[in-house]
């Protein structure tokens, strides 16, 4: 299974007056179930509009976004619901992604219900807990009954994966998914979600600001600059050796893993 952008661009037309944006352009990346790619970049450099182009939330302007060569714009409405499964979002929790008037029981739940993977109350509550034991918040039962605001930013982080892998995806897409998370927080939930490639074999998109995380996970990595990615390869040569001058500087301007990702082991 291969998600593929092809030369996919973004422009954001200008409202009367303005200027048009161009976001992300002509953009190639390539992703496998399994696969731990990395997209870096400073702010506003088109990563997260990148991510929507993937996930199918808007559409690219000129290029595509294809699943197994079918582009998301011709698929039918079963086909995109069938996309909408297999490559799931992940995003930050302070981007407002749980309701915050919805139990954790509810929240994944519904989710459940919605694309049928369990049917009556008790099976859909078992899928749930299954689900939370597979993101490491046990007891599960413990868990469905609280609202987001009785959990910690680590537990909302969690809660947020176990609402994606419950329908059973083949990659994930996490824009900024632990930015905002405490150092040693932050390297329990990625510690989980390389878990999770190796048990369920999914394979991340995993958008970031956050060098020294991509070093400690990362397999291939994307380097984008104003909307275009201007660098792509190994981790290993993206931090031994990177060609570009921005690569060069981004890596530069760095915290050290240890500030950003807690002291070694
Ligand atoms: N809906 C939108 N309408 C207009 N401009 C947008 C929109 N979304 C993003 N942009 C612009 O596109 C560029 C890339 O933004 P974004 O993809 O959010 O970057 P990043 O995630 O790397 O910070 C920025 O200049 C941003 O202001
Ligand atoms: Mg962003």
Do not use: C
Not at 137 to 163: K, Y
Not at 168 to 197: C, H, N, T, W, Y
Not at 222 to 240: A, C, L, N, R
Request: proline share 5%; aromatic share 4%.
């Amino acid at each position: 299974m291969l998600l593929e952008a092809s030369n996919a661009s973004k422009t954001f037309r200008a409202r009367r007056g303005g200027t048009s944006v161009d976001a992300v352009v002509n953009a190639n990346l390539q992703a496998r179930p399994g696969d731990f790619v990395a997209i870096v970049g400073e702010s506003g450099s088109g990563k997260s509009t990148l991510a929507r182009m993937l996930l199918g939330l808007i559409p690219a302007t000129s290029g595509s976004v294809a699943l197994d060569g079918t582009d998301l714009a011709s698929m039918s409405k079963t086909q995109r619901i069938r996309y909408r499964r297999t490559v799931q979002a992940v995003l930050q929790d302070p981007a407002g992604s749980l309701n915050p008037r919805k139990t954790v029981g509810r929240i994944v739940g519904e989710v459940v219900r919605l694309h049928n993977i369990a049917r009556g109350r008790d099976a859909v509550v078992d899928t749930v807990a299954e689900t939370l034991e597979l993101v490491g918040m046990v007891p599960a039962a413990s868990f469905l009954g609280r609202f987001p605001h009785e959990l910690s930013g680590g537990q909302r982080q969690r809660v947020l994966i176990a609402r994606a892998i419950v329908l059973g995806p083949r990659i994930i897409v996490a824009d900024e998914a632990v930015s905002a998370l405490d150092a040693s927080v932050k390297a329990g939930v990625l510690q989980l979600m390389d878990d999770l490639r190796r048990r369920l074999g999914v394979g991340y998109v995993f958008i970031t600001h956050d060098l020294p995380v991509v070093k400690k996970v990362a397999e291939y990595v994307y380097v984008m600059k104003s909307g275009e990615i201007v660098e792509e390869g190994t981790k290993d040569q993206i931090f031994t050796a990177p060609e570009h001058p921005y690569t060069t500087t981004l890596l530069s301007a760095a915290p050290t893993l240890a500030a950003s990702y807690g002291p070694p082991e």
